[in-house]
């Protein structure tokens, strides 16, 4: 069972940055997909940013210009860059990855605050 370990999240002030980490682990099928959701509450789950295997990054509107995501193949690991913070970002931020045969692992999630 893979195993994500995120970590990165607190409190800023707007226009501040924090970035985010995942590290995936007991990895028995090859990850294709890692990315990042998140969840205010009472609303639903969403995609913020993805990357493929290869490196072609996904982002939601909301957070073009302002967030960048990349990987680390080797280190099975996933990093989220983001800039320029808003108080709309507040929200758990899960870490998400796809393996080869479609099977979807989440992270526990990491809070991010950001005070206006």
């Known amino acids: 069972q893979v195993q994500l370990a995120e970590s990165g999240g607190g409190l800023v002030q707007s226009g501040g940055s924090l970035r985010l980490s995942c590290a995936a682990s007991?990895?028995?099928?090859?990850?294709?997909?890692m990315g990042w959701f998140h969840q205010a509450p009472g609303k639903q789950r969403e995609l913020v940013a993805r990357?493929?295997?290869?490196?072609?990054?996904t982002y939601a509107d909301s957070v073009k210009g302002r967030f960048t995501i990349s990987r680390d193949n080797a280190q099975n690991t996933v990093y989220l860059q983001m800039n320029s913070l808003k108080p709309e970002d507040t929200s758990v931020y899960y870490c998400?990855?796809?393996?080869?045969?479609?099977?979807?692992?989440w992270g526990t999630g990491t809070l991010v605050t950001v005070s206006s």
């Open positions: 990357i493929t295997r290869d490196g072609n990054p």
């Open positions: 007991r990895i028995s099928s090859r990850i294709n997909t």
């Open positions: 998400n990855a796809v393996d080869v045969g479609g099977k979807f692992y």
